[in-house]
């Protein structure tokens, strides 16, 4: 299957549609605009303030949807990261016909492909993970910092630890602020190896030195205030979420793209399907739900139905369950939710304090809420408060109690949908918390020395 960033996959990408001061830049490791609603909010919110940004990143590994349509003067440069050109190298070396951008699987390739004895594979592993790990951060490094200078760029957004360490030495040489906007929750006592450990502590040291730090929900800004030791007078909170306002739930964007009846009501999760957030639980667990009842599971990235997961969801599926492999963009995902009848939020409840706390960072949750759908979720404490003080869904212990939540929620649907839609204004409307924000960019800019 071709990747729908193929386009860029050859070299670096830089649209300059208009040759003005690129004030903010988002500095981006991972990559994903294409799932990332809170970065593409906030580029539009910034155009809506007559703020010209612009973003580094590297082309995300896998196949990922395309990003949405971005306002005109927003600059792109990214780059295929450097580990990814290297496993592309060693496939054909070794006779594979596609490459497969999955580094554990090319791990294992190379390690069934060229050595017989056991004692070698750590070292093989640990050898290819440390010279590309320095290879990508040195790209990242070059990429960004020819783009502040080309675009002179006066306020930085690292969205992750690796650019925000980035970040954090570029800046401190050229003198201007950045902001650290904090996507995922990351623990020391998590770490499990010594570079993990490693980038724990810088990614420590870099944020007690951001002008400012973004985050979704203050529960997690108390975590990471514990876990980092910043400022919490620097914290601001911005929910993962697209802009609203909050709709009622219409249309039948789904039914259509999965071939179904429009009069077929659709309970489904929309995100990746991976163990993570409990796929083949909840695929099993579709012949609780009454009858004429579709469960979907929604993935966020280009799937196969020859993927040994994939496999095993089909296996233990119950009839009712449909899977959806191909994405939308995110211009498309408020039609799939709003296509819906009852959201799913699931995530494994081993995860940690970054899942038990999602419930400002659950991009699903916020689609769902968006489009006035009630909502069916695991009970995590954060997604748990969420539901309990809104009233706008049920929260269950196990996937196999959507049932009994499915009539609870049909005995009063318009009230939970009311209240869908009164909890997305008021905790998950993305231009709302983004004010403050881009009123304390404004400073920034005016006053490049704040650090």
Known sequence: MTSPLSEFDNDIVDVSVQKRR?????????GGLGVSPSIISALQCL????????????????????????PATVRLTGRIPSSRRCLEFVYKAVGFRKPNHDRMLVQRALIRSWYTFGRCRRLVIACYNFITGIADYLQLTWLTLGHILKNHTSVLVPADPPALVITCLITRILRRPFIYWSLELYFMNEASSFTERWLRRLERWASRRAAAILIQDTCRAQLLVQENGVNPERILIVPNSP??????????????????????KIVCQIGGITPMMCSVELADAGRFLP????LVLHSSAYRSRDEPYIKEILATAAPNTVLSLEPVSLDELPRVASSCFIGLAFYRKDLGPNF????????KLAYYLQSGVPVICIDLPGLKSVVDEFKCGVCVGRAEQIGDAYIQICRDYERYSSNARICFDSMFDFRTHFRHVTQQIREFVADKSAI
């Open 22 to 30: 690129n004030e903010v830049t988002f500095v981006c490791w991972d």
């Open 47 to 70: 155009w809506d303030s007559s703020i010209y940004s612009g973003v580094v990143f590297r082309i995300p590994q896998g196949h990922v949807p395309q990003p949405p349509t971005l």
């Open 243 to 264: 802009m609203g306002p909050a709709t009622s739930p219409s249309g039948t964007f789904l039914h259509d793209r999965l071939n179904l009846s429009h009069d077929r």
């Open 291 to 294: 009858d004429g009842v579709a």
């Open 356 to 363: 038990d706390n999602i419930a400002g960072a659950s991009g």
